[in-house]
């Protein structure tokens, strides 16, 4: 039984027939506040000893609650013990008075606890038993019967908690849903924009992001896939929805936000552009919505942080915490209601859609490129990689994630220098968090080092983005031009640390 009420009702009738008693009542103890109480605590009468212990008549829906110190309920929850009274008048701790209100004559009480684990939960009481004072028997037909009774009731207890814990948790997706979705009034603005002001070469990978405000950038992200996929098998406004939800799923962060999170789009659709025919269309599909949803509620801070300060969500994913739950935010925003992008795919290739998106949000991970570029590059000085083979597929998918992720160190001079202040405004608010939780942050995140920006990017260039775009530019030759500016801006960081080094006051 799931209901309280209804499950309480049923013991009571069950043990009211049980000793053959004519009436029956179930207190439930309130170990807080030390109370015993109950909503429908008679069966068979219309008075019981808890109205005057508690000041209240039987009001059926109405919680009553009285003190353990008070009556034979109480004393039966105090002391654990069974309480078989043959004359309730001889017994002292009995009150007289409902008695003399009602007219109803108490003669006899079985009053026993009800224990889960050993610890009393409740109180059993039966009153007048119909043929004589309640026996031995009585007791332990009685005693057995509370076991399942305590079992009973206490699962009833731990489901509603869980039932009041799912409903404040829908409360609160309510709240967020509210706060973290569009409006209507802005897909129909969004809507009634249309296609014009599109900025020329935004398929060229020096496109300048800086240059859109947030709202182009949602225009400008429905472009990019309406000019990949069409509208054919997508609903428009579904796109809309889903594109400024992910929008406001972006966090007002330094670098984690959603330029960041356009850029790597735009940065994918320019490798999509030039690459057509080496992936599927679902596979085109997955790649430019992870892209776009690859950051979604980041907080500023890595992995290391989330698991050294013991974050909530850290303790829910123990590998690639945050990327786990970029994607899980994904899910989220398209189960919302018209917001579901995919609804017009086949089962199979929903599941294949989401499992590829999962899969290339988790590939931003960087602690996954590495092992991802070593069995790639082998692949490839082997000679072995084929398109063709699925696995093979996935390697080059995680690498064009990775590719497009740190896009900002393909990007004009300029535009990375730009990009690099942002990268390091967030990473010396983590560095002043570490701090704080006593860690001692790493020199790249030290505000007191910031000598150290052209070294740590220097070598940042040299150990990843350099051996991603080589790779990726030997499978998409057309994509040759990321890995020629990544080199130059290379060049760029080293003559900045090499004048710092020689000049230890320059620190600019």
Same mark, same amino acid.
């Given at each position: 039984?799931?209901?309280?009420?209804?499950?309480?009702?049923?013991?009571?009738?069950?043990?009211?027939?049980?000793?053959?008693?004519?009436?029956?009542?179930?207190?439930?103890?309130?170990?807080?506040?030390?109370?015993?109480?109950?909503?429908?605590?008679?069966?068979?009468?219309?008075?019981?000893?808890?109205?005057?212990?508690?000041?209240?008549?039987?009001?059926?829906?109405?919680?009553?609650?009285?003190?353990?110190?008070?009556?034979?309920?109480?004393?039966?929850?105090?002391?654990?013990?069974?309480?078989?009274?043959?004359?309730?008048?001889?017994?002292?701790?009995?009150?007289?008075?409902?008695?003399?209100?009602?007219?109803?004559?108490?003669?006899?009480?079985?009053?026993?606890?009800?224990?889960?684990?050993?610890?009393?939960?409740?109180?059993?009481?039966?009153?007048?038993?119909?043929?004589?004072?309640?026996?031995?028997?009585?007791?332990?037909?009685?005693?057995?019967?509370?076991?399942?009774?305590?079992?009973?009731?206490?699962?009833?207890?731990?489901?509603?908690?869980?039932?009041?814990?799912?409903?404040?948790?829908?409360?609160?997706?309510?709240?967020?849903?509210?706060?973290?979705?569009?409006?209507?009034?802005?897909?129909?603005?969004?809507?009634?924009?249309?296609?014009?002001?599109?900025?020329?070469?935004?398929?060229?990978?020096?496109?300048?992001?800086?240059?859109?405000?947030?709202?182009?950038?949602?225009?400008?992200?429905?472009?990019?896939?309406?000019?990949?996929?069409?509208?054919?098998?997508?609903?428009?406004?579904?796109?809309?929805?889903?594109?400024?939800?992910?929008?406001?799923?972006?966090?007002?962060?330094?670098?984690?936000?959603?330029?960041?999170?356009?850029?790597?789009?735009?940065?994918?659709?320019?490798?999509?552009?030039?690459?057509?025919?080496?992936?599927?269309?679902?596979?085109?599909?997955?790649?430019?919505?992870?892209?776009?949803?690859?950051?979604?509620?980041?907080?500023?801070?890595?992995?290391?942080?989330?698991?050294?300060?013991?974050?909530?969500?850290?303790?829910?994913?123990?590998?690639?915490?945050?990327?786990?739950?970029?994607?899980?935010?994904?899910?989220?925003?398209?189960?919302?209601?018209?917001?579901?992008?995919?609804?017009?795919?086949?089962?199979?290739?929903?599941?294949?859609?989401?499992?590829?998106?999962?899969?290339?949000?988790?590939?931003?991970?960087?602690?996954?490129?590495?092992?991802? &570029?070593?069995? $790639?590059? #082998?692949?490839?000085?082997? +000679?072995? *990689?084929?398109? %063709? @083979? /699925?696995?093979?597929? =996935?390697?080059?998918?995680?690498?064009?994630?990775?590719?497009?992720?740190?896009?900002?160190?393909?990007?004009?001079?300029?535009?990375?220098?730009?990009?690099?202040?942002?990268?390091?405004?967030?990473?010396?608010?983590?560095?002043?968090?570490?701090?704080?939780?006593?860690?001692?942050?790493?020199?790249?995140?030290?505000?007191?080092?910031?000598?150290?920006?052209?070294?740590?990017?220097?070598?940042?260039?040299?150990?990843?983005?350099?051996?991603?775009?080589?790779?990726?530019?030997?499978?998409?030759?057309?994509?040759?031009?990321?890995?020629?500016?990544? &080199?130059?801006? $290379?060049? #760029?960081?080293?003559?900045? +640390?090499? *004048?710092?080094? %020689? @000049? /230890?006051?320059?620190? =600019?």
């Amino acid at each position: 039984m799931v209901s309280m009420d209804t499950l309480v009702t049923k013991i009571m009738n069950f043990a009211q027939r049980l000793v053959d008693a004519d009436r029956a009542s179930l207190f439930l103890l309130d170990s807080k506040n030390k109370e015993l109480y109950a909503r429908i605590f008679d069966v068979g009468g219309t008075e019981s000893e808890a109205d005057s212990d508690s000041g209240n008549k039987s009001i059926p829906d109405k919680e009553i609650r009285f003190s353990v110190g008070k009556g034979i309920a109480g004393q039966v929850a105090r002391t654990g013990e069974v309480l078989n009274i043959s004359d309730a008048y001889s017994d002292p701790r009995f009150n007289r008075s409902v008695d003399q209100i009602t007219g109803y004559h108490t003669k006899t009480i079985l009053c026993m606890p009800i224990f889960i684990r050993g610890v009393v939960i409740g109180v059993m009481q039966m009153v007048n038993k119909h043929c004589g004072p309640f026996n031995k028997e009585d007791e332990e037909a009685f005693e057995t019967f509370a076991v399942y009774c305590g079992l009973a009731l206490h699962h009833a207890k731990l489901y509603d908690k869980i039932r009041r814990s799912e409903q404040k948790y829908r409360v609160a997706l309510e709240v967020l849903g509210y706060h973290n979705t569009c409006t209507e009034v802005e897909v129909e603005e969004t809507k009634g924009e249309g296609f014009e002001n599109i900025k020329p070469g935004i398929d060229n990978f020096c496109f300048n992001v800086f240059d859109l405000d947030d709202n182009a950038k949602v225009q400008h992200a429905i472009y990019m896939f309406k000019d990949l996929f069409g509208l054919s098998r997508f609903e428009f406004d579904s796109l809309v929805r889903f594109t400024l939800t992910v929008k406001k799923n972006y966090r007002r962060v330094p670098y984690h936000n959603w330029t960041h999170g356009f850029s790597v789009a735009n940065s994918m659709y320019s490798i999509l552009k030039v690459a057509r025919g080496s992936f599927s269309s679902n596979e085109c599909l997955a790649l430019y919505i992870a892209a776009l949803c690859h950051d979604l509620d980041h907080r500023g801070k890595n992995n290391k942080f989330m698991l050294e300060t013991e974050s909530p969500l850290a303790a829910i994913y123990s590998t690639s915490t945050m990327e786990h739950h970029h994607f899980n935010q994904t899910v989220t925003i398209l189960q919302q209601h018209g917001h579901n992008i995919f609804s017009q795919l086949g089962n199979n290739e929903y599941k294949q859609v989401l499992g590829y998106v999962k899969h290339c949000i988790l590939a931003t991970d960087l602690a996954r490129f590495f092992p991802y &570029k070593t069995r $790639l590059q #082998q692949l490839v000085s082997e +000679n072995r *990689f084929s398109w %063709g @083979n /699925p696995d093979h597929k =996935s390697l080059i998918q995680a690498i064009a994630m990775t590719a497009s992720d740190l896009s900002a160190s393909a990007k004009p001079w300029e535009l990375q220098v730009k990009t690099a202040e942002v990268i390091f405004q967030e990473f010396y608010e983590q560095g002043d968090a570490e701090r704080a939780a006593g860690i001692i942050p790493i020199a790249m995140m030290d505000r007191y080092q910031p000598e150290q920006q052209a070294a740590s990017q220097v070598s940042f260039l040299t150990s990843i983005c350099i051996p991603c775009y080589s790779l990726l530019s030997e499978l998409i030759p057309q994509t040759q031009p990321l890995l020629e500016q990544c &080199k130059s801006n $290379l060049e #760029q960081w080293k003559q900045k +640390n090499e *004048f710092q080094d %020689g @000049n /230890p006051a320059q620190t =600019s």
